[in-house]
C-alpha cells in the first residue's frame, strides 16, 4: 500500500526515535555520529525557544525527521540536525569541521549562507536569489535539501509568527524553494510546501477547500475504497498485479485548476487522485489499457511521461477517465522505482548509495537547471526576470572540476582564464567549450563548461583587448603589455645613453657611483637610473637634457663638434622612430605628438575625453591628467604641467560618478537602472540612500566613452519623472 510522505509536525520526536527510524531503513548506520550531533545542538539551542514556545531542538530534531524521510544520507540528516548552530549559536565552522569533519561542515555553512541571503519581496532580488541558490547547489545539492527541510518545517509552525512574515516566508518559499523542489523532483516535498503557500497566502481560499474536502469525507473515504477494490478486481481479471491507491488531491493543484480555467470550487470536479503501482514497464500500459477499456477516458487528459520524461526525471503515465458515479478521477500508473523517484527527486539517489559509490554528478544538475531556467521563462514571469537577471548581470560557466566562475554576460574564454589566474589568461593559447575548440572570441553561455588551453610561450597581445568583456582581464592585460613596454624602453633608453655617454669616455655605472647624476635625477624629477633610462627611451626626455645635468660632463650643444652633435642626434631621432612606432591608441591622451607614455586618470576628477585637461609629470609615475577645472591645479607647481591633449584615436571607457536625487518612490532605482541598460550604458557600481525629506540618492559609477555620451546619460536620467537633481561628482 502506497502512503504519501508525512511531513506533520512532530511534537514529541526524540534523537531515539530518529534512531530507530534510521536503522529500519539502514541497519549499518553510524547513529552515534547522529547522536553526537544531537547532543552538540541541543547543547548549544539550550537557551532558545521556537515562536510557538518549545524548546528550540524540536526543529532540528523535525528537520532531520524530514530528511529521513526522504530517505537522505547520514551527512545530511547530521546536517540537519545541525543546521542551525553557525547562524544561531556563533558556533564557529572551524569547530564543526573539528567535531563532524569537512563534509558536514559543508553542508551546515552552505545552509547558513543561503539563510543569509536577503530575499525581498521584489521580482528582481527574487531572480537573484535564485541565482544565488543555484550557485550554492552547485557545490553540493544536500545544501539545498537540507534547507527544503528546513523551510518545510518553518511552513508547518508558521502560525506562530506575525501576519507579516507569514506572508514573507510563503511568498518566497513559493518563489524559490517550491521550483526548487520541483526541479529537484522532490515532489512531496513540493506539493506539501504548496498546500502551505496556499493556506497563508489565500486562507480563505484554502479553508474553503479544506471545509468543502471534510464534509464529504466520510463520503469520499467510502468511494476511494470502491475505486481502489474495483480497479484491482479488473487488474485480477487480467491476471494482473497492482498496488492501487487513493487520495483527494492537494490543494495547491485544486487552487491553480481553478484559477487557470476560472471555475468555482463546485465546477471542480476531478478531486481525487488513484495510482496503481505496477511491477514493470510493460505492466503499466497493460494496467493503461485495461484503464481505458473499464472507464471512459477524458480525451486530451492523457500524458505518456514514461516515453518522455520531464525534465526532472519524473516518469508516470497519467489519464483522467469518468470514473463510477460518473466523477472524473485522475489516475496515474506507474513503477515502483519510478514513484521513488517521483515522490524524492534527487533525494532518491541518495537513498541507495553504497559506500564508495559516487553521488550523482552535481555538475549535470545544476546544467540541468539552468536549463530549466530557459525552458520556463517564456511562461512565467517570475523566470522573464531570472532571463533578464542572467542576460543583464552575468553568465555561469564551470571549470571542468565543476567549479562555477560568475561572469558578465558576453564574456569569452579569455575572460574565463583572467578569472581562474593572471597566468592562466596571460598563457592562454585557446579553449574548449563543452569538449569542443572554440576560438578565443567565443561568447560563452551559462551552463558551458570552458577548457583553457595554455602555452608557456604565450605572451597577452594588444589586440585582446578588443576581445575580453571583463575589467579585471583588460586590466591585467593592459599591466602586462605596460610592463613588456617599460622594459623595451629601459633596454632602449640604457642603450641611448651608454652610447651617448661613451662620446664622452664614460658609462652610466662609473658615472652612478660618483654621484655624479644625482642632479640629472633631481632636475628630471626620477629616482634613479632605472627610471631615467625608463623615460629616455619612452621619448619623454632627450639625451641633451640628461647631458646637461651631468656635471662632469660638459655639454655645450653649439660648441660640440658637430659630429658629436649629429650622433646625439640620431640617438633622439632613434627613439622618436621608435615611440611613433609603438604609439597607438591605447592611450586616452596625447603628449607631446607621442602616446606611449604611462598615462593615468586622476582619481579626484575623473576626467573623460572631451573635458578640458592638464597632464602633471609626477615622480615615477608618468603623467597624470586633470580636468582643468579640478582642485588639484591650483596646487601643483606649473613646472610640473605639461600640454596634453585627448587622442582621438581612443576608443575605452571611462568611469564617471553622477549622484542621482530622486523622490522616494518604491522601484525607482530598478528603473533607473533599467533605463541606463537599455541604453547601453554600462553601470560599475550603485549605491542608494535615503534622504530624511522622502528623498532618495544614488550615486553611481558608469562608464561613458567621452563627454558627448556622459550629456547623453545626463538627460537620459533627468528626463525621468522622478528625478530632482543628476551631478557629476
Ligand atoms: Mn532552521
Redesign the pocket.
Known amino acids: 500500500m502506497f502512503n504519501p510522505l508525512d511531513f506533520s509536525h512532530e511534537a514529541d520526536l526524540t534523537i531515539e526515535e530518529l534512531c530507530r527510524r534510521v536503522k529500519n531503513t539502514n541497519p549499518d548506520a553510524d547513529l552515534e555520529l547522529l547522536k553526537k550531533a544531537y547532543e552538540f545542538a541541543e547543547l548549544h539551542h539550550r537557551p532558545q525557544k521556537r515562536s510557538s514556545g518549545e524548546p528550540y531542538i524540536i526543529?532540528p530534531l523535525n528537520?532531520a525527521a524530514t530528511l529521513i524521510k526522504l530517505k537522505m544520507d547520514l551527512e545530511s540528516i547530521a546536517g540537519g540536525l545541525l543546521?542551525?548552530v553557525v547562524e544561531d549559536c556563533d558556533v564557529s565552522e572551524e569547530e564543526i569541521e573539528k567535531e563532524f569533519g569537512e563534509e558536514i561542515r559543508d553542508i551546515v555553512v552552505g545552509c547558513t549562507k543561503i539563510s543569509k541571503i536577503k530575499f525581498k519581496t521584489k521580482e528582481e532580488s527574487q531572480a537573484e536569489n535564485f541565482r544565488k541558490m543555484v550557485v550554492a547547489m552547485a557545490k553540493d545539492i544536500r545544501v539545498i535539501i537540507v534547507k527544503l527541510a528546513?523551510r518545510m518545517h518553518?511552513m508547518l509552525t508558521l502560525q506562530y509568527v506575525s501576519k507579516e512574515k507569514q506572508n514573507k516566508k510563503a511568498q518566497e518559499t513559493l518563489d524559490i524553494y517550491v521550483p526548487l523542489a520541483s526541479r529537484l523532483g522532490i515532489n512531496s516535498v513540493k506539493s506539501e510546501l504548496e498546500d502551505l503557500c496556499l493556506r497563508f497566502l489565500h486562507p480563505e481560499v484554502y479553508y474553503r477547500l479544506a471545509e468543502k474536502v471534510a464534509m464529504k469525507k466520510s463520503e469520499r473515504e467510502k468511494y476511494i475504497k470502491d475505486v481502489v477494490r474495483e480497479i484491482t478486481e479488473k487488474l485480477s481479471e487480467y491476471s494482473m498485479k497492482g498496488d492501487v491507491s487513493g487520495r483527494s488531491k492537494h490543494f495547491f493543484s485544486i487552487y491553480k485548476k481553478m484559477e487557470n480555467r476560472g471555475v468555482d470550487f463546485d465546477q471542480i470536479q476531478d478531486l481525487l487522485a488513484f495510482r496503481i503501482i505496477s511491477a514493470n514497464i510493460t505492466e503499466c500500459y497493460k494496467a493503461l489499457g485495461i484503464i481505458h477499456s473499464s472507464y471512459t477516458p477524458v480525451p486530451g487528459r492523457f500524458k505518456d511521461y514514461i516515453a518522455i520524461p520531464k525534465v526532472n526525471n519524473y516518469q508516470s503515465l497519467h489519464t483522467t477517465v469518468i470514473g463510477p458515479k460518473a466523477a472524473r478521477i485522475e489516475i496515474q500508473i506507474r513503477t515502483q522505482e519510478m514513484h521513488e523517484v517521483a515522490e524524492t527527486g534527487v533525494a532518491a539517489h541518495w537513498a541507495y548509495k553504497e559506500k564508495g559509490k559516487k553521488i550523482p554528478n552535481k555538475l549535470k544538475w545544476v546544467e540541468e537547471l539552468m536549463e530549466y531556467n530557459r525552458d520556463i521563462k517564456k511562461s512565467s514571469e517570475f523566470m522573464d526576470v531570472v532571463k533578464n537577471d542572467l542576460d543583464m548581470g552575468g553568465i555561469f560557466v564551470f571549470t571542468p572540476e565543476g567549479d562555477v566562475k560568475e561572469l558578465r554576460y558576453g564574456s569569452t574564454p579569455l575572460d574565463f582564464a583572467y578569472a581562474v589566474h593572471t597566468d592562466v589568461g596571460n598563457r592562454c593559447v585557446g579553449a574548449k567549450i563543452n569538449g569542443k575548440m572554440v576560438p578565443l572570441k567565443y561568447k560563452m553561455k551559462s551552463g558551458d563548461t570552458v577548457e583553457i588551453l595554455t602555452s608557456k610561450t604565450q605572451v597577452p597581445s594588444k589586440d585582446w583587448l578588443k576581445i575580453v568583456k571583463t575589467s579585471r582581464a583588460r586590466t591585467k592585460i593592459k599591466q602586462h603589455l605596460l610592463k613588456i613596454e617599460r622594459q623595451k624602453n629601459k633596454t632602449l633608453g640604457e642603450e641611448v645613453l651608454e652610447k651617448a655617454l661613451k662620446e664622452f669616455s664614460t658609462n652610466i655605472k662609473s658615472l652612478d657611483k660618483k654621484g655624479e647624476l644625482k642632479k640629472a635625477y633631481d632636475v628630471l624629477h626620477v629616482k634613479n637610473a632605472e627610471e631615467l633610462c625608463l623615460h629616455l627611451g619612452s621619448g619623454r626626455f632627450n639625451v641633451k637634457h640628461v647631458l646637461q645635468n651631468i656635471s662632469s660632463i660638459d655639454y655645450k650643444e653649439e660648441e660640440q663638434d658637430q659630429n658629436k652633435t649629429k650622433k646625439i642626434e640620431s640617438l633622439y631621432s632613434k627613439i622618436s622612430q621608435s615611440a611613433k612606432r609603438t604609439s597607438n591608441s591605447d592611450n586616452a591622451v596625447v603628449v607631446d605628438g607621442m602616446d606611449d607614455i604611462e598615462v593615468r586618470m586622476g582619481r579626484c576628477c575623473n576626467p573623460i575625453p572631451g573635458d578640458p585637461i592638464i597632464g602633471f609629470i609626477t615622480r615615477g609615475r608618468g603623467i597624470t591628467i586633470h580636468t582643468k577645472s579640478c582642485q588639484r591645479v591650483l596646487e601643483i607647481e606649473d613646472i610640473r604641467k605639461i600640454e596634453v591633449e585627448w587622442n582621438s584615436a581612443y576608443s575605452f571607457r571611462h568611469p564617471v560618478n553622477i549622484r542621482v536625487i530622486t523622490h522616494d518612490r518604491p522601484g525607482i532605482l530598478s528603473r533607473i537602472t533599467n533605463n541606463l541598460h537599455g541604453n547601453s550604458v554600462n553601470i560599475k557600481s550603485a549605491i542608494a540612500k535615503s534622504l530624511p525629506d522622502l528623498k532618495g540618492s544614488f550615486l553611481f559609477e558608469i562608464e561613458v566613452k567621452d563627454y558627448a555620451e556622459f550629456l547623453k546619460v545626463v538627460s537620459i536620467i533627468e528626463s525621468m519623472e522622478e528625478v530632482i537633481s543628476v551631478t557629476r561628482t
Open positions: 526543529h528537520v543546521h542551525d528546513d518553518n
